[in-house]
């Protein structure tokens, strides 16, 4: 069976870095995209990053470009997100997904067949 779990969030200042891991099993992550979406509390789902299953070419919202990277670790069958000059708004439920549809980046959430539970981010003072 495909899993799909997310790890690495907690508590950080602002300004402060964290990394994001997503561990699958049932699922060689470097055959598929993988993506990180957030959501806050009353707030819409928001598109972070992708790294595509073939080329390995990434994209990343605009709220976090220059701030997060995407990276994929085929041997340990990982893929991380790591944050830097993390800001309150970043505040939210990170989730991992796995598309097995379309291999490049950037599709719609609805693309991804495979979730995790989330990982928790807050920043805060």
């Known amino acids: 069976q495909v899993q799909v779990v997310e790890s690495g969030g907690g508590l950080v200042q602002p300004g402060g870095s964290l990394r994001l891991s997503c561990a699958a099993s049932?699922?060689?992550?470097?055959?598929?995209?993988t993506g990180w979406f957030r959501q806050a509390p009353g707030k819409e789902r928001e598109d972070i990053s992708c790294?595509?299953?073939?080329?390995?070419?990434?994209t990343y919202g605009d709220s976090v470009k220059g701030r997060f990277t995407i990276s994929r670790d085929s041997a340990k069958n990982m893929v991380y997100l790591q944050m830097n000059n993390l800001k309150p708004e970043d505040t939210a439920v990170y989730y991992c997904?796995?598309?097995?549809?379309?291999?490049?980046?950037?599709?719609?959430?609805?693309?991804?067949?495979?979730w995790g539970q989330g990982t928790q981010v807050t920043v805060s003072s």
């Open positions: 049932g699922i060689a992550l470097n055959y598929y995209k």
């Open positions: 997904a796995v598309d097995q549809t379309y291999n490049y980046c950037p599709t719609a959430a609805e693309t991804y067949g495979f």
């Open positions: 790294i595509s299953a073939n080329d390995d070419s990434t």
